[in-house]
């Protein structure tokens, strides 16, 4: 008969339901008889329903409203994020894009004298007068508008791919940047 | 019949957002418990609440379906509130040295006599109060196992899997945490403990 005191550990596991079969009829047999033990195993059980009996600490009513709406920014965010190579490509080649039609449309200003044009009928302004509707005509066909036109879309296209670009490349909040804000 | 956590989230991954929001329901509260009991502050917890969703949904396609999802959602709980409490905490002498329970283990370990036990002499609001201040005087890794254990009810299996521990780490740490945590509760109730009698070891049964 063993009649050494119940390690703590062995008590621990009694309570825990973590001893095997025999160690518990062992353990239950050795608490029969033994009174100091069986005290502090109800301190042990005393300390156990103490930590079961804290009270409990709620969240704000609308915390699970706003991970939702959080979690929903950050699907779109991670969605963004999935199409980031096609996005950066677009944005590139629309720059190659914007780049050669601008080139095209300085190009056709120059072959249209579009500049010569304008220049003349600001340091003339009697020629204008004189001959008006025949100098709007004559600007507007010395304009490159096609190329206006192409530049343009290029540059809007641009704008467009690059800002959705840096939405992607934009990290999600972190935990870091919610804590600093307090 | 209420959907299991893994129906839940295979609803979520093929695009039902109301499963998504029944996880909410199920595990906010307890996430943000388990967070409030590391970090001791409300705003701190919530977004620990938050960023551990969040965290699901960033990585949705990486999380196994074969595999519990409630070790996974607390094991990401649990690591976002070491890093921001490692953050906050200042190092302590013990966990440089990590001899905290060898100056405790020897007193947790003896059979005491007829010590009248803290919780026969407070009230039980001010034994929670302590408890719980006890608790936040603990290791993190001691604090997780033990709000793991008494708050929400895992079982050692649960731990160990949340945890990413062995079994047997997970008994050891629970067993080191309680001692330490009736040590705390006993030296900071010294002045209450006029009626203790010296600590007796050995003694027959």
């Not at chain 2, 595990?27 to 009991?37: D, V």
């Not at chain 2, 993190?140 to 009810?153: F, K, M, S």
Request: glycine share 4%.
């Amino acid at each position: 008969m063993n009649n050494r005191h119940l390690t703590a550990d062995i008590l621990d596991a009694y309570l825990e339901q973590e001893l095997d079969a025999p160690a518990r009829v062992q353990a239950a047999e050795h608490l029969a008889r033994c009174a100091l033990c069986r005290r502090r195993l109800a301190r042990e059980e005393e300390l156990n329903r103490a930590l079961h009996a804290l009270p409990r600490r709620e969240p704000s009513p609308e915390l699970a409203a706003r991970i939702g709406r959080a979690a929903e920014t950050r699907v779109l965010q991670e969605r963004r994020r999935s199409r980031m190579p096609f996005i950066g490509a677009a944005a590139f080649f629309s720059i190659l894009l914007l780049v050669w039609f601008g080139v095209q449309l300085a190009l056709a200003f120059e072959e249209n004298a579009t500049f010569d044009l304008l220049s003349v009928l600001t340091t003339r302004p009697d020629l204008f007068s004189a001959y008006s509707t025949d100098a709007i005509w004559a600007v507007i066909e010395a304009l490159p508008l096609g190329e206006i036109v192409l530049t343009l879309f290029a540059l809007f296209t641009a704008i467009v791919l690059v800002g959705q670009w840096l939405e992607t490349v934009r990290p999600p909040a972190s935990l870091g940047e919610y804590t600093r804000v307090r | 019949m209420t959907p299991s956590d893994e129906t839940l989230l295979s609803r979520y991954k093929a695009g039902d957002e109301r499963a998504f929001r029944a996880l909410v329901e199920r595990y906010a509260a307890s996430i943000y418990n388990l967070a409030f009991r590391f970090l001791r502050d409300p705003m701190e917890a919530e977004n620990v609440t938050q960023e551990t969703f969040l965290r699901v949904v960033s990585a949705l396609d990486r999380v196994r379906l074969d595999r519990p999802f409630k070790p996974y959602l607390f094991r990401v709980a649990v690591n976002l509130c070491r890093d921001l409490a490692r953050k906050k905490r200042p190092i302590l002498l013990d966990d440089v040295r990590g001899d905290g329970d060898a100056a405790i283990g020897e007193a947790g370990e003896n059979v005491e006599g007829d010590a009248v036990p803290l919780w026969e002499r407070v009230q039980e609001q001010e034994l929670h109060s302590r408890l719980d201040a006890a608790i936040g005087m603990l290791p993190p890794i001691y604090q997780a196992v033990v709000t793991l254990r008494y708050a929400e009810e895992f079982s050692y299996a649960e731990i160990a899997q949340t945890l990413d521990l062995p079994l047997n780490t997970v008994r050891t740490h629970l067993r080191r945490a309680k001692i330490r945590l009736r040590w705390i509760l006993e030296n900071d109730a010294l002045p209450l403990s006029v009626s203790d009698a010296p600590v007796a070891k050995g003694g027959e049964p």
